[in-house]
């Protein structure tokens, strides 16, 4: 039976390239990172993350259980709806950014690569007394990226039925003869699915969408794409030293009249603040480099931000990083400096 491995031959056989990357050991690019790139933003591109975090929670009680843990609304998703989400820790900081996915019998979350073990102690720590079951998935399911303009196209091709159209949502779809779970995505912008389906499918899933038209893209263009969708990682960008309303994702990631849940007295007092005194944006260099992680952002010649990831981007064309910056420097059009060249403070999609 096809495995994981037989999964990684593919990637192999079409040119990957493996080195370090999020999560270990990935496919970093197929022989033309700038060429991926282009599907990614301009037909459909097709990434492996099968090494992201998956965990599903069943029984009676998943809902309000997980309602209590995160901060968004999570006991009113139907079936086939999903959300962004943080879990913080009881003084509001970061803990998880994930995806919460509502199926008709579980809940299933899903995250950085790496996480399992830390999230699935989370959350047996706060479970008690609750009807709640978790399950590991990371080792039993695969999951492909399919993104870009064409990628609705080349999927609704393969399916047995409509693709789901709001943001997270899903639909248990026979796709190229396999059962997988299909879930609209902005990882990197509108227009992308991750599909998910049993580890032994995984080969078979991804063959099935290359042929259809899918481009095969590692993890150098996905960088490029998600930094400039403003989309951030968890341990790259994110970190338990932040605040949710630091990322700059409230709308999609944050309900504020949910009621009670861990970290929310932090989260309510900001909000009634007004504001953070960091941000989460998009910074554009006048370099030629992109700058390292960690780069200082000055303005008047005191250190105002600090980059979190970066990248050379297509799109802007010029350097493009994720940043740190303080209130009042983090509008866009802001001009800062830095040892990478003049700077500024750019909207991105989802920053």
Not at 203 to 225: D, I, K, M, S, Y
């Amino acid at each position: 039976m096809p495995d994981a491995a037989s999964l990684n031959d593919a990637l192999r056989a079409a040119g990957a390239v493996f080195g370090a990357a999020v999560g270990g050991d990935q496919a970093l690019h197929f022989g033309d990172a700038a060429a991926e790139y282009d599907a990614l933003a301009k037909a459909a591109g097709l990434v492996d993350l099968s090494a992201r975090t998956r965990i599903e929670l069943s029984g009676e009680d998943r809902a309000a259980f997980l309602h209590n843990l995160c901060t968004n609304e999570i006991r009113k998703l139907p079936p086939g709806a999903g959300c962004e989400a943080f879990l913080a820790d009881a003084r509001g900081h970061v803990l998880f950014h994930v995806f919460v996915v509502c199926r008709p019998e579980s809940l299933l979350v899903e995250t950085m690569p790496g996480d399992e073990a830390r999230l699935l102690a989370h959350l047996d720590r706060y479970l008690i007394r609750e009807k709640v079951t978790l399950a590991a998935r990371s080792q039993e399911t695969s999951e492909l990226l399919v993104a870009g303009p064409n990628a609705a196209e080349i999927l609704a091709r393969l399916a047995s039925v409509a693709l789901p159209e709001p943001r997270l949502g899903s639909a248990e779809i026979d796709l190229a003869g396999c059962q997988a779970l299909v879930v609209r995505t902005e990882l990197i912008g509108a227009g992308g699915f991750l599909v998910i389906g049993d580890r032994a499918d995984g080969e078979r899933l991804w063959r099935a969408l290359h042929a259809a038209g899918a481009r095969p893209c590692g993890f150098e263009a996905l960088e490029t794409a998600r930094i400039e969708a403003g989309f951030p990682w968890y341990g790259i960008d994110i970190s338990d030293k932040n605040l949710p309303q630091e990322v700059g994702r409230d709308e999609l990631a944050i309900s504020f009249v949910k009621g009670c849940y861990l970290g929310q007295e932090t989260v309510a007092r900001i909000d009634a603040l007004g504001h953070v005194n960091k941000l989460l944006v998009g910074v554009k260099f006048a370099g030629d480099g992109a700058p390292t992680a960690g780069a200082e952002l000055k303005a008047a010649e005191q250190t105002v931000g600090e980059v979190a990831s970066a990248c050379y981007s297509p799109r802007f064309q010029a350097p493009l990083a994720l940043a740190y910056v303080r209130r009042g420097h983090n509008e866009p059009g802001a001009r800062l400096e830095s040892s990478f060249g003049a700077a500024e403070v750019v909207k991105l999609p989802g920053a």
